[in-house]
């Protein structure tokens, strides 16, 4: 489920957080795959992957991506879209997806994991649309708000293809 905050310029998912574990490269699906055997291979010295398999927000903004606490709203961490260097769906698990974070103080990356059972293409979608549109903050004026504009029109293309698997299915009862 999808919320937009009053002045259309946050949105926020509720997912299913599955950890946050250290990788050793910024980017590529070899990662996510590398990170999610990670989450699977037991520590006990690891505070990170304590918390996973519970229900979070996923915040978006220009700003960054937040991850809240479903029921305290207590923020568990913070990410500027500048430190995001990948997004991606696991392929081989359609339903899971994560991005990669250098982290600011140190030469380090995290991969964050998510699972949701609807949204994982359009949330990567949509995260890769606001870095893009952070990027160019700074050279747009009038105001437009970029990620709404992004979010029409993945709207648009959702309810184009929408259109098109009823009129093949109208085609098949036929």
Known sequence: ??????????????????????VVRPDGLQILEEATQGLKTPDPYSTEKAAKKSKVHLFLSLSGVDILENKTKFLLYTCPLSTISFCAVLPSSPKVFGYVVRHPAANTYHCYLFQSKTFSHVLVSVIG???????????VTGGRDLIVEALRHKNKILQRENTELKRRLAELTD
């Open 129 to 139: 649309d606001a870095f893009r549109a952070s990027q160019k903050e700074e050279s």
């Open 1 to 22: 489920m999808s919320d937009t905050s009053g002045d259309d310029t946050e949105i926020s998912f509720t997912v299913k957080f599955l950890g946050r574990v250290e």
